[in-house]
C-alpha cells in the first residue's frame, strides 16, 4: 500500500504542466485573456472563439511564446496592432527579454497582424514565414487583410501592415538564442502556406490552423484549404516526436486535441462524398452532413457550415477529373 502511494505521489510530481495543457478555458471577453503556462518555458495566450469584431479586436486565434535566457520567439502575434500590445504585456508578465523573433505560420490576418506591435517595440526582429505566405502577402493580400479586420474592429485598432520578412520552405531547424525550432510543410493544407513549428526541447508542436479545437475547421476561410490535404497534414503532426499541441485556435492539449480535428474532417469529408455519390447538389446535402457531424454539435460554427460544404463538395468533384 505504502509503494502504491509512493509510485502515485512521484507521478503528481513528475507531470506538474500537463495540467496546464488540458485544462484550458477559453475566454469569452477581451478582458478575460490569461496567460497560461504550458510547460517550463512555453507560454499561449487563447484567443476568444468567433469572427473579428470591435469587442474582441481582433484577438481570436491563439499566441504562443517560447522564453530563454536570450529573449522571447512569439508564434502568431495576433489579429491587429493592439491585440499585438496586449500579447507584448502578457510577455512582461513573465520576462524582461526581449523579443527575438517571429513567426506567422499562415497568411490569415489574425495570426501575423500583430506583427505591427512587436516591430514597433523591437525594430530589428526577424519575422518568419512560409515563402508562399510572403509571396501572396506581397502581391496584395495584406492590403485586403488589413481592410477585413479594419472594418470589423478600426483603423486605429488593426494598425499597418508589417510582412514577415524571413522565407521558410519548411523542413528547416532554426538555431535562435541557443535553442532548436524545427518547421514543418507537406504541401496545400489549411492553405497553400502553413508552417507548424516544432519546440524539440520541451516536445511541443505549434500547429498554426492545422489544429483546431472546438470550432468547425477552416469554415472561415474555406476557399483557401484542401481537406484531403489538411487530414494528411494531421497525420504527418500527430507521428512527430511531440507531447503537447497548441493550435491556432481553442485549447492546448495532447494527441486528443489534433485527433478531434483529425475526426472531423475525415466524418464530414466521407459525408459529402457519400451524398455526392448519391447525386445529392451541395444545397440537398446541408442537413444530412449536419446531422452526420452531431458529435461535434457543440463546436462553434457547427450550424453554419453550408459553405464549407460547398467547397468539399467542389474538391471532390475536382478529385473526379484528376
Known sequence: MKKILL??????????????????????????????????????????????????????????????????????????????EMLLQKIAEVTDKPVIAVFNTH??????????????????????????????????????WVDIFTQAIDKSVVGKAVLPDTALKGGESIEIAGNTYNTHHTGHAHTDNDIMIEYPAEKALFAGDIVISGSVVSAARPEDFSAKGQIADLEYALKLPVDTYVPGHGPTGGREIPEATKRFLEVFYESVQTYYDEGLAD???RDKVVADLKEFSDWSGYDGIGRLISFVYQQIEAAEFE
Not at 477581451?30 to 484567443?47: A, F, M, P, R
Not at 473579428?52 to 529573449?71: A, E, L, M, Q, T
Not at 497582424?113 to 493580400?141: C, D, Q, S
Open 107 to 144: 497568411l490569415h490576418g489574425d495570426h501575423w497582424l500583430g506583427n505591427a506591435a512587436v516591430r514597433k517595440a523591437y525594430p530589428k526582429v526577424r519575422i518568419y514565414a512560409h515563402e508562399r505566405a510572403i509571396e501572396r502577402l506581397t502581391a496584395g493580400e495584406a492590403d485586403q
Open 283 to 285: 444545397f440537398e446535402m
Open 7 to 84: 509510485m502515485t505521489i512521484v507521478c503528481l510530481l513528475m507531470a506538474p504542466f500537463s495540467g496546464y495543457a488540458h485544462n484550458i478555458n477559453i475566454p469569452r471577453d477581451i478582458k478575460d485573456l490569461k496567460l497560461s503556462k504550458i510547460t517550463d518555458n512555453i507560454y499561449v495566450v487563447h484567443g476568444i472563439q468567433g469572427m473579428p469584431d470591435k469587442s474582441n479586436k481582433g484577438f481570436i486565434s491563439n499566441s504562443g511564446f517560447v522564453v530563454s535566457d536570450k529573449g522571447v520567439v512569439i508564434i502568431d502575434s495576433g489579429g491587429s496592432m493592439e491585440v499585438g
